[in-house]
């Protein structure tokens, strides 16, 4: 069986800004803006985080590290 696999890449810059939406009643979305284009993220399940849920937050927040780590190693280079 193939798949369909679709790629992206988003240009940080002034018109981009992310935000965590959280709720009392639902769980929290991630949403990331990139000027004329949005993506967000959030469990399949309005109303329940599972583990795979919890498992993919916490690669994406160890990612999103990561990437502020480079990207502020690379800004210092260029004082």
Known sequence: MSRTVSSHSFKSGER?????????????????????????????????VTDADLSFARDLAKSAAAYLAACESFHAKQA
């Open 16 to 48: 981009a800004w992310a935000t965590c939406h959280t709720y009392s009643n639902r769980s929290p979305i991630l949403a990331l803006y990139m000027g004329p284009f949005n993506v967000s993220f959030c469990p399949a399940i309005p109303d329940e």
